[in-house]
Protein backbone atom coordinates (compact mmCIF):
# COMPACT_ATOMS: atom_id res chain seq x y z
CA UNK A 1 0.00 0.00 0.00
CA UNK A 2 1.42 3.87 -1.10
CA UNK A 3 0.76 6.81 1.08
CA UNK A 4 -0.49 9.45 -0.84
CA UNK A 5 -0.33 13.40 0.57
CA UNK A 6 -2.01 15.91 -1.98
CA UNK A 7 -1.81 19.89 -1.51
CA UNK A 8 -1.81 22.48 -3.51
CA UNK A 9 -5.59 23.16 -3.95
CA UNK A 10 -7.73 26.49 -3.54
CA UNK A 11 -9.72 29.49 -5.41
CA UNK A 12 -8.49 31.09 -8.06
CA UNK A 13 -10.60 32.69 -10.44
CA UNK A 14 -10.96 31.46 -14.12
CA UNK A 15 -8.53 31.87 -16.62
CA UNK A 16 -5.89 31.44 -13.90
CA UNK A 17 -3.56 28.40 -12.71
CA UNK A 18 -2.75 25.91 -9.68
CA UNK A 19 -0.46 23.27 -9.71
CA UNK A 20 -1.46 20.67 -6.93
CA UNK A 21 1.35 18.15 -5.64
CA UNK A 22 1.45 15.06 -4.36
CA UNK A 23 4.03 12.70 -2.32
CA UNK A 24 4.15 9.16 -2.01
CA UNK A 25 5.56 7.20 0.27
CA UNK A 26 5.60 3.06 0.77
CA UNK A 27 6.44 1.48 -2.70
CA UNK A 28 9.34 2.23 -5.05
CA UNK A 29 7.93 5.26 -7.05
CA UNK A 30 9.54 5.31 -10.49
CA UNK A 31 8.20 1.87 -11.22
CA UNK A 32 4.42 2.65 -10.99
CA UNK A 33 1.95 4.57 -12.95
CA UNK A 34 0.37 7.67 -10.93
CA UNK A 35 -2.62 9.61 -11.99
CA UNK A 36 -4.68 12.56 -11.33
CA UNK A 37 -8.77 12.52 -10.42
CA UNK A 38 -11.48 14.73 -10.04
CA UNK A 39 -14.93 14.48 -8.56
CA UNK A 40 -17.78 16.56 -7.99
CA UNK A 41 -20.69 15.98 -5.66
CA UNK A 42 -23.25 13.43 -6.90
CA UNK A 43 -21.08 12.64 -9.60
CA UNK A 44 -18.68 9.40 -10.83
CA UNK A 45 -14.97 10.08 -10.02
CA UNK A 46 -13.35 11.46 -13.58
CA UNK A 47 -10.13 10.40 -14.83
CA UNK A 48 -7.92 13.73 -15.63
CA UNK A 49 -4.15 12.76 -16.14
CA UNK A 50 -1.77 9.63 -15.86
CA UNK A 51 2.00 9.44 -16.06
CA UNK A 52 3.61 5.89 -16.56
CA UNK A 53 6.39 4.43 -14.60
CA UNK A 54 9.55 4.05 -16.35
CA UNK A 55 9.09 6.44 -19.44
CA UNK A 56 6.39 8.33 -18.00
CA UNK A 57 4.23 8.44 -20.86
CA UNK A 58 1.36 10.75 -20.38
CA UNK A 59 -2.16 10.38 -21.40
CA UNK A 60 -4.99 12.88 -20.25
CA UNK A 61 -8.68 13.50 -20.73
CA UNK A 62 -9.78 15.47 -23.98
CA UNK A 63 -11.57 18.37 -21.74
CA UNK A 64 -8.19 19.30 -20.32
CA UNK A 65 -5.39 18.83 -23.16
CA UNK A 66 -3.36 21.79 -23.85
CA UNK A 67 -4.29 23.45 -20.03
CA UNK A 68 -2.93 20.66 -17.87
CA UNK A 69 0.37 19.21 -17.35
CA UNK A 70 1.29 15.77 -15.35
CA UNK A 71 4.99 15.52 -14.42
CA UNK A 72 6.67 14.03 -11.86
CA UNK A 73 10.47 13.56 -9.65
CA UNK A 74 10.72 10.58 -9.14
CA UNK A 75 13.72 11.78 -6.84
CA UNK A 76 11.28 13.34 -4.74
CA UNK A 77 8.29 10.80 -4.66
CA UNK A 78 6.31 13.51 -6.09
CA UNK A 79 3.53 13.63 -9.08
CA UNK A 80 2.60 17.35 -10.63
CA UNK A 81 -0.84 18.57 -12.08
CA UNK A 82 0.48 21.88 -13.61
CA UNK A 83 -3.26 23.20 -14.01
CA UNK A 84 -3.24 26.95 -16.78
CA UNK A 85 -6.25 28.67 -18.16
CA UNK A 86 -8.53 26.99 -15.68
CA UNK A 87 -12.48 27.08 -15.91
CA UNK A 88 -15.62 27.03 -13.51
CA UNK A 89 -16.02 23.76 -15.10
CA UNK A 90 -12.81 22.92 -13.71
CA UNK A 91 -13.88 22.76 -9.94
CA UNK A 92 -13.53 19.82 -8.14
CA UNK A 93 -11.94 17.93 -5.61
CA UNK A 94 -8.60 16.58 -7.15
CA UNK A 95 -7.59 12.88 -5.88
CA UNK A 96 -4.32 11.40 -6.49
CA UNK A 97 -3.99 7.38 -7.10
CA UNK A 98 -1.26 4.96 -7.78
CA UNK A 99 -1.16 1.34 -8.99
CA UNK A 100 0.58 -1.06 -8.94
CA UNK A 101 1.81 -0.86 -12.81
CA UNK A 102 4.31 0.79 -14.99
CA UNK A 103 0.86 0.94 -17.13
CA UNK A 104 -1.29 4.16 -17.24
CA UNK A 105 -5.02 3.40 -16.75
CA UNK A 106 -7.87 5.81 -16.87
CA UNK A 107 -10.14 3.71 -14.71
CA UNK A 108 -10.38 4.66 -10.89
CA UNK A 109 -10.76 0.80 -10.15
CA UNK A 110 -7.25 0.24 -11.35
CA UNK A 111 -5.93 2.39 -8.69
CA UNK A 112 -5.24 0.62 -5.50
CA UNK A 113 -3.99 3.79 -3.32
CA UNK A 114 -5.73 6.91 -2.98
CA UNK A 115 -4.84 10.62 -1.39
CA UNK A 116 -7.50 12.44 0.78
CA UNK A 117 -8.31 14.73 -2.18
CA UNK A 118 -7.97 18.54 -1.98
CA UNK A 119 -10.60 21.03 -3.19
CA UNK A 120 -9.80 23.31 -6.76
CA UNK A 121 -12.67 26.21 -7.25
CA UNK A 122 -12.39 28.05 -10.11
CA UNK A 123 -14.50 31.56 -9.95
CA UNK A 124 -16.05 32.94 -13.32
Known amino acids: QVQLVESGGGLVQAGGSLRLSCVASGRTFSDYSMAWFRQTPGKEREFVAA????????AYTDSVKGRFTISRDNGKNTVYLQMNSLKPGDTAVYYC?????????????????WGQGTQVTVSS
Open 51 to 58: ISGSVGYT
Open 97 to 113: ASRGSIYNSRSPASYDS
